[in-house]
């Protein structure tokens, strides 16, 4: 599995921004209201870096990316996703394989965990990486089964009662809203499976 860098990153960028709004939304109901716009800063200030970036092998590269998220983005969704793909590129090899990718996913989603002090159901990303990644590596995953796993973990979130973050401020209020930051988690997932199964 030898991924196109430079067209993973400009279709997961383009989600990301087409979805600002949507992700706003979202966290306007139970945080800071910026995860959208934190979130297309972020990506595009990968965009502006993308001659540099995709000069870079791919874990080069996605440390670059994962630094500029660290940098760029505000609120936990920058060290949090940058702590994602600095952990990727320190664990993927320049070409990786599907056992390769699952064990580096592991390690980002323990990493994550470690950086939010947080667990999975407590109404975060990691309520959709930590099921997608354990998928993956099972060794029986398909593109059609990670995406609806996203979508239906992202989904989970809505009835949980937020344990980590700002909306953990609200309580029971938490209860009946999609967290943005799983909400996004998805629409990258989804992005990286269309780009890999070459639908993008």
């Not at 991924?3 to 921004?17: E, F, K, M, W």
């Not at 939304?25 to 945080?31: F, R």
């Not at 940098?71 to 060290?79: C, E, H, I, L």
């Not at 952990?87 to 064990?103: H, I, M, S």
Request: net charge negative.
């Amino acid at each position: 599995m030898t991924p196109d860098l430079g067209q993973l990153l400009d279709v997961a960028a383009g989600r990301i921004i087409a979805h600002a709004e949507e992700l706003t939304t979202l966290d306007s109901a139970i945080g800071d209201a910026d995860h959208g716009l934190n979130m297309k800063r972020g990506f595009e200030a990968i965009l502006a870096d993308r001659a540099n970036i995709l000069a870079k092998p791919l874990p080069e590269a996605l440390k670059a990316m994962g630094m500029t998220l660290v940098m760029k983005v505000g609120g936990a969704s920058g060290p949090l996703y940058g702590t994602l793909l600095l952990t990727l590129g320190k664990e993927l090899p320049a070409e990786p394989g599907l056992a390769d990718l699952a064990r580096a996913l592991d390690a980002a989603v323990a990493a994550v965990k470690a950086r939010g002090k947080a667990d999975f159901d407590n109404k975060t990303m990691l309520d959709v990486w930590g099921p997608v990644a354990q998928h993956i590596g099972n060794g029986t995953a398909s593109f059609d089964s990670v995406r609806e796993l996203a979508r239906s973990r992202a989904e989970a979130t809505v009835p949980m009662k937020a344990l980590k973050g700002r909306a953990s401020f609200l309580g029971e209020r938490s209860i009946g809203h999609m967290d943005p930051g799983a909400r996004s988690s998805e629409v990258l997932i989804a992005a990286i499976c269309d780009v890999l199964e070459g639908r993008e």
